[in-house]
């Protein structure tokens, strides 16, 4: 039973990845956030390094990956669905990078 669990959750972690879409937007970082927050229900959930902020509206749900630049603008690096607390954004944007073609 425990080998099922992992392997839907490794599933469910790889069609999470496979849909993050690359789509570069930037804008003032109060307007970013308030889309986030408003049209998506999205909540900073956590900080992957000091520029680099992934916001989500929970377990199951969608995900933003965000930049935020010093001169106050913000960019979205990817989004996707299926938010997992335990993604790892090293080896999403690793895998953004081999779908370029």
Not at 47 to 76: H, K, M
Not at 92 to 101: I, N, Q, V
Request: charged content about 15%; overall charge negative.
């Amino acid at each position: 039973m425990k080998r099922i669990a992992i392997l839907i959750a490794a599933i469910s972690s790889s069609v999470s990845m496979a849909q993050a879409q690359e789509e570069l937007v930037c804008m003032p970082t109060p307007e970013l956030e308030a889309a986030l927050i408003d049209w998506y229900g999205e909540t900073l959930v956590s900080q992957e390094n000091s520029f680099t902020y992934v916001w989500a509206s929970g377990v199951g749900g969608t995900w933003t990956l965000v930049t935020y630049e010093p001169d106050g603008t913000s960019c979205t690096l990817a989004h996707g669905q299926n938010w997992h607390p335990k993604l790892d954004t090293d080896l999403l944007l690793a895998r953004l990078d081999l779908t370029k073609g």
